[in-house]
């Protein structure tokens, strides 16, 4: 009788934890073509995401018209950057994994350095349109700025 007992409990307690994982499994993450991260196949929805991060920020920071040309120059290199690294990733992602499989290991180091350097490149340019836009804004603004700026993703908003 025990045994009996014992297993219809651990039977009940699989089929909750199967069923409280059940969504986790049914959630499309939209993964664009080709393997890797999920990404949309669309860049034209990654530009409007951005513009409507960049709306957001600038009614939250409150940019006064002394603070337009500043903001309207770092948004325009952040947005121009950031659909730059998007589109450069959807193009690697477009080409067959069988013709990088093909590569020496060497090419694929080397064109993933390349990668790399252009992405340094983009983040210095982000960044100096970030302290020209720092310069500009009080106090209060930067510690909004400050907060929302992402830490880990600094190209995210």
Known sequence: MMKRARKTVLTIITALGIGAMAPAYATDISMGSGDGCAMPDNITANANQVDNHFAQLKIDLSIDSKQEAAWAAFAKTIKQQRVGMMSTMQERMQQSSSVQSTQPAPDRIG????????????????A???????VVLTPQQKEILDARFGQDMPMQF
């Open 111 to 126: 064109e993933r350095i390349q990668l790399m350097k252009q992405r340094a490149a983009s983040m210095e340019i982000a």
């Open 128 to 134: 100096a349109a970030m302290k020209q836009l720092y």
